[in-house]
């Protein structure tokens, strides 16, 4: 059984549509502690207000057994600085929910809040993997040829060649660990001749060339923007987190743009607005932090009930598969520059 | 009438690709010298080797009453080294094309080739326009609220705050002269809370809340990369040309990604496939080469035959809009910081 804590006051719609999700997986019977659990079940913590907490689950219905409740009252989301809320407090849901892993006491935590604030939380409460300057986001994509790990997607937006290397690595890891048998690693520029793009990846193109050979890690060269959506020349596609957040939100704007046009050139909507929906709750949902000492899943803070439940979903499938340990191994093949 | 210089060489299908756009054009009756032109109709000059002009031309059917041959050889595409080919050689096409323009002999050109050399003999033959250190692309999105420009599109990867300042301004004319009535320009960037995004958003962002203001042109503030696609923000959205080329060929790759997926859902591909043709051929086919003393389209190197008409049609219609003249009225509103 799996251990995750999640914040009930992460997220735009929180905490009514963080309990919504809690309310569905107690009725899928994902969650252990419901009357009927599923083959694996998720043994659920909830990171919040408690009293809160209690009546919002009472209302929808999920009984106490089937999820414990942590009592933690500040949100980092809803403050104006969330990050000198979280250096001056020590009930910020966050926070909490990241010692609870720190602690043994939950395998892995979610927040679908303030990215920046889930990100110092994590680095404060459960430390970086050694040799990774700062932790990165990876979202992985369901490209047309497979699962593309696109990493950073918005953690570390000014980046280095040596700090890209390091989310090489730690992109390959999780790609390994989701069952890519042997995932290219691609450099995210623009054309595909060597000596294009800007400084940064110039170098880190270099560094790449020079460094993972005979690593076991193996490096594809330089892709461009579409490789992400098709999935042909790299499965982990690399990038700082300026542009990969950039270029992650323009596809999923591209994907709704799509679903409208060709929803309209069909005379039916809803088949194109299925495909956007079931692409919003595959693993697409949640930006895995990879790098630091525990899994965290930060999602969408605009996210629906469906896609906390995949954040959830993902947490626990990434503590199965040993996504840590597997980072820090992955880090320790290739020693520093 | 408008004169339009077309490089025969560029492009990954040249020569034959370029003829073929070339009959298509002349078929419809979009070129003086056809028997039937409409309305507008524009005069092309095809600038490449003559006798292989001359071959591919007719062997399509296009008589040589309806499009003159300016004879150059070297195509700047096919060289490894395009840019030393460009210094070395004055019968490169890009050259020769550009040339025409500087000379009053054409009103704009287009090449679908190697967008470094075209850029490179754009700057060298039609010079920059004054307060502009460099020129940008800047590409039309067909968003869901109307045009979007998205500039730099790929000409300038490594960029400063005073330059996203001119590809502001530049972009800004181009929206106005598309008939935009009062763009908004938006800054691309990760959050749209103040204080988010890379240190050079952050720089930009305060330079052009300071300068903007009282020069009629509209800052709209910061956006998203799915704002491009929606539209709703801003009009003209200014980054720099490496994200906002792995931007742009990040949404081709989700709406390919999209007629997939989408197409399959239907049980139907072509309506989809031709929402990705017709996006394809309407103005986003061009990159608009702003802050050149003439006008210069530079399409995809891999353009279809309807893309590259998409191209020298853009041209015509930037030429009688007067695009040139407007960009430099754009630059000189607000002097240099």
């Not at 020079?210 to 596609?237: C, F, K, M, N, W």
Request: proline residues 5%.
């Amino acid at each position: 059984m799996t251990t995750v804590a999640l914040d009930l006051l992460g997220g735009d719609g929180a905490p009514g549509v963080v309990a919504d999700a809690i309310a569905r997986m107690a009725e899928s019977g994902e969650l252990a502690g419901t009357a009927d659990p599923s083959g694996d079940p998720i043994d659920l913590i909830v990171v919040g207000p408690a009293a809160t907490a209690s009546t919002l689950l009472a209302d929808r219905g999920v009984s106490q057994v089937s999820v414990r409740i942590v009592d933690a009252g500040r949100g980092a989301s809803m403050s104006a600085h969330p990050l000198s809320t979280l250096r001056d407090h020590d009930d910020v849901t966050v926070s909490v929910a990241a010692g609870l892993v720190a602690g043994g006491l939950a395998d892995a935590w979610v927040s679908v809040g303030h990215t920046g604030a889930a990100v110092a939380a994590a680095v404060l409460g459960l430390g970086r993997v050694p040799g990774m300057s700062r932790p990165a986001l990876a979202v992985v994509v369901p490209a047309l040829s497979g699962p593309v790990v696109l990493v950073d997607a918005g953690a570390a937006p000014d980046a280095t060649p040596d700090i890209l290397r390091q989310f090489a690595l730690a992109g390959w890891a999780y790609a390994r660990a989701l069952g890519v048998e042997d995932p290219g690693i691609g450099l995210l520029t623009i054309g595909s001749e060597a000596g294009k793009g800007d400084r940064l990846r110039r170098s880190t193109h270099d560094l790449l060339s020079e460094s993972l050979p005979g690593s076991g890690v193996r490096y594809a060269g330089a892709v461009e923007g579409h490789d992400v959506a098709t999935g042909d020349r790299a499965q982990v596609i690399v990038t700082d987190g300026f542009t990969g957040n950039v270029l992650l939100k323009g596809i999923e704007g591209a994907v709704r743009w799509s679903a409208h046009r060709m929803g309209a050139a069909y005379g039916d909507m809803e088949p194109a607005r299925g495909v956007v929906r079931q692409t919003a709750t595959s693993e697409f949902a949640g930006g895995m932090l990879l790098g630091v000492n525990g899994v965290t899943v930060v999602g969408h803070g605009a996210g629906t009930p469906d896609e906390i439940c995949a954040c959830v979903r993902l947490a626990a499938r990434a503590s199965r598969m040993e996504l840590v340990p597997s980072v820090q191994a992955a880090l320790a093949k290739v020693s520093r520059s």
